[in-house]
C-alpha cells in the first residue's frame, strides 16, 4: 500500500497544480486536511509531480508499506511518518 506523507515540519498541503489535477480527476474538491492518504490518485499525483505537489511548508513523499498493516499517520510539528496500529489499556 502507498500512503503520501508530509515529511517536513509544517504540514500536509498540495499545491495549486496538484488541487486542480485532482479535482479534474476525481470531481472531488481536494481539500488537504481531508484527503485520504492512500487515495491512489493522490499517490500517483504525488509521484508524477514529484516536488510540484509539495504545498507551502510541505515536502512530500510516497511511503510503501505492507497491505495488511493497521496504520495511521503520526507527527510531530507537522513532520509526519507512518505507525502501526497497537491496542493500548489503561
Known sequence: MKIVI???FGGFNISKEAKVLYETITSI????HEMQRDDPVLVKIVEDLGAEANGGYAKLKV???????DWFIDAYDGKEWVAEKHRTWS
Open 6 to 8: 508530509n515529511t517536513c
Open 29 to 32: 474538491e481536494a481539500i488537504s
Open 63 to 69: 511511503v510503501e508499506i505492507p497491505d495488511d498493516v
